[in-house]
């Protein structure tokens, strides 16, 4: 039972090495164990799983144990991405769990459980899965296992958000990086069926992801970005391994941070689709999305950084967009959930009704704004866990950095230190599974990024 630990979401390891069949028929049991004593045997249990190496093996072992303990089981007829299977959780009020390790290098694999409300197992639930693991619930009766294609009910829940007929008439060429992900099957066929005309490249399942991260960063989407160049007025797209996280490059063949498409879409849902309520972001997400909001008046609800957070305040306060900075977002009338099919659907769909390539949403944005932001981000690694906490605290304490005063300090997530120009802040915080320190920097200058990065080392 070594190195079973969920972090913010789920529990991965390396196949082969902790990914095995023992752990896996352990976690597969704490879960039956927590899903019969909070719903009952009756609930139902749906379970899809990505592209990676053996993740239809493990994720057909899981299947076939809770079937053993009495549940009724539906288990995808294809490679799936993880937001699908969140949807179909809330619509047939199930229980999911997805085999998937999303963004992280194509050894690995994971178990990702989602409640019925469809998001995310907050911290108490998957305290509750790690105090059950190596126990198990006596079997009731024989469960069922079916086969069942949950890709029609969620592209009927995005044709009902997204006006895919309008993006039919868009004005920019597209071109849909299947990247070797989940996504692929899905954000195509949705293409497709609407007639929307689109280019695509790397589209086949690849348990290693050719070669590549499966996380569709600049680094990673190098041919994307070159064909971009290549081609005029042109716009691409691409998600992560299980397509709950977006990649969007535009006409220019430059990578569009994830804080940017939250605010662009904010834009687009408050002003073009006549969206009410607040926005939902990470300690981590840009002052950007501040500004905006407050030129919209619309709350900002700030939260630790990691999806769950965001996903346990958007079943709170119902806002029109939740996102954070690593390029997960979801909307009001949604699921609490990061969906990358989604996002790539509304910002085409924010394209066609301002009728302007996003180069110019972009600038609109700015202008808007005020003002434009630069992050950075430092990695510091520590000889141990204990070093932690005294440094947390000296930064806790601290007055000011170098010429700047420090105006507020918020703790919800690490320390954030604001600073008196009002357009920058310093974000230090711990990492949940090795002694390591991430110093997050935000400003309005390239030049300040630099200064305050040389007075933190220092």
């Not at 303990?69 to 299977?85: C, H, N, R, W």
């Not at 639930?125 to 079997?139: A, C, F, R, W």
């Not at 009338?333 to 180069?359: C, R, V, W």
Request: one cysteine or more; hydrophobic letters at 35%; proline letters at 4%.
């Amino acid at each position: 039972m070594t190195g079973i630990k969920f972090g913010t979401d789920g529990w991965r390891a390396i196949v082969g090495k902790d990914f095995n069949e023992e752990n896996v028929s352990i976690v597969t049991k704490a879960i039956g164990k927590y899903v019969f004593e909070t719903f009952g045997i009756g609930k139902k249990i749906i379970i899809g799983y990505d592209p990676r190496n053996m993740a239809d093996v493990f994720s057909m072992q899981c299947a076939k144990i809770l079937c053993e303990e009495g549940f009724d089981v539906l288990y995808s007829d294809k490679i799936i991405p993880t937001p699908v299977l969140a949807y179909n959780a809330k619509h047939l009020n199930a229980c999911a769990i997805m085999f998937t390790a999303s963004h992280n290098p194509p050894e690995y694999l994971g178990i990702k459980f989602i409640p019925d409300y469809a998001g995310p197992a907050t911290s108490d639930i998957t305290d509750k899965l790690m105090q059950n693991l190596g126990q198990e619930i006596k079997p009731q009766k024989e469960g069922t296992l079916n086969l069942y294609d949950f890709q029609p009910d969620y592209n009927k829940q995005l044709e009902k958000l997204i006006d895919y007929g309008k993006i039919k008439n868009i004005n920019t060429n597209i071109i849909y990086d299947g990247f070797y992900s989940a996504s692929i099957g899905y954000f195509d066929k949705l293409l497709e069926k609407h007639n929307i005309k689109f280019e695509t490249m790397n589209m086949f399942h690849d348990k290693n992801f050719g070669g590549k991260m499966p996380d569709p960063k600049p680094k990673y989407l190098d041919d994307l970005i070159e064909k971009i160049k290549s081609t005029k007025n042109t716009v691409g797209f691409a998600n992560d391994g299980d397509a709950d996280r977006f990649g969007v490059i535009n006409e220019d063949g430059e990578y569009v941070s994830p804080n940017e498409i939250i605010a662009i879409l904010l834009l687009h849902l408050t002003k073009n689709k006549g969206y009410k309520g607040c926005l939902v972001k990470t300690v981590g997400a840009s002052l950007l999305l501040d500004k905006v909001a407050q030129k919209l008046g619309v709350e900002v609800i700030e939260t630790a950084v990691g999806f769950k957070h965001v996903g346990e305040a958007m079943r709170k306060y119902n806002p029109i967009i939740g996102g954070e900075e690593s390029g997960g977002l979801s909307i009001q009338g949604h699921i609490p959930e990061k969906d990358g099919l989604l996002a790539n659907s509304l910002i085409l769909e924010a394209m066609t009704y301002e009728n302007k390539p996003l180069t110019e949403l972009q600038k609109d944005l700015y202008n808007f704004a005020g003002c434009k932001f630069y992050n950075d981000r430092i990695d510091k690694k520590l000889n141990n866990t204990e070093e932690i906490k005294p440094i947390l605290e000296k930064f806790k304490s601290l007055k000011d950095i170098g010429e700047y005063k420090i105006i507020k300090t918020d703790t919800k997530d690490g320390v954030k230190i604001y600073l008196d120009d009002n357009n920058s802040w310093i974000l230090v915080r711990p990492s949940g599974t090795e002694p390591l320190l991430r110093i997050y920097f935000e400003s309005d200058s390239l030049e300040k990024i630099e200064e305050l990065k040389e007075l933190i080392e220092n």
